[in-house]
């Protein structure tokens, strides 16, 4: 069964903190999402990446194709950084879907 | 602005109807996507449609049909097959299968 396993479940930091969420997954995969809800519930999308890294503002993503493993970091975190964050893989092939991690739920405090 | 549009937010029923909810996109996006989220659960596809006229059932659709008239439309039709239809349903799309998604703001079904 392909699952994507993400730790930490919840994580509260206070703010200005540096933070790690990571997300691994167990068979090869076309791409890799990092996806942000908030509370209201919408999803944005942050990023997606086969390889390498990739960075936009204070959020940094990284990809190790060979560990199958993925991080999501953010730097000086601050309180509007509270959201459940999801990371998500296409295995490929003809559907193309989503295979989606359970979410970290992150908290930061002022 | 282009985006993706659900409604409504919120939508209460009584058990045994049928209830369709919307998705409406402007991005002139091929592939449109139907998800349910449940708590401590990742999202799980109900269905997807990679072009008009045609949908393929994902992991979870029994008790659930779909329809693609229209490039820009996906409705979702939760019928009174679906033994636990209580749960925030997100619909998303995307250039292409495979492509990055664009999620609606997601639609909270209660049916008691």
């Known amino acids: 069964k392909n699952e994507v396993e993400q730790s930490p479940q919840n994580l509260t930091a206070q703010e200005g903190e540096f933070i790690t969420i990571n997300c691994s997954y167990s068979v090869g995969i076309s791409a890799l999402h990092w996806l942000q809800q908030h509370p209201g519930g919408g999803i944005v999308s942050l990023f997606m990446l086969s390889s390498g890294k990739k960075k936009h503002g204070r959020l940094i993503a990284t990809i190790n194709i060979q560990e199958k493993h993925s991080s999501l970091h953010i730097t000086a975190s601050h309180p509007r950084d509270s959201a459940v964050y999801i990371c998500?893989?296409?295995?490929?092939?003809?559907?193309?879907?989503?295979?989606f991690g359970k979410g970290t739920k992150l908290s930061v405090k002022p | 602005d282009g985006g993706i549009t659900q409604s409504p937010k919120y939508l209460f029923r009584k058990e045994g109807q049928n209830v369709t909810l919307s998705c409406e996109q402007n991005l002139n996006h091929d592939a449109m996507y139907w998800y349910r989220q449940d708590p401590g659960q990742g999202l799980r596809l109900i269905y997807y449609s990679q072009i008009v006229n045609d949908f393929q059932k994902g992991d979870i659709a029994e008790g659930y049909s779909v329809s693609r008239e229209k490039k820009e439309s996906f409705p979702l039709t939760v019928t009174s097959a679906q033994k636990n239809p209580t749960a925030f349903y997100l619909c998303?799309?995307?250039?292409?299968?495979?492509?990055?998604?664009?999620f609606g703001p997601g639609t909270r079904l209660t049916v008691t």
């Open positions: 998500a893989v296409n295995y490929g092939g003809s559907q193309g879907n989503l295979i």
């Open positions: 998303a799309s995307s250039i292409t299968v495979g492509g990055g998604q664009y």
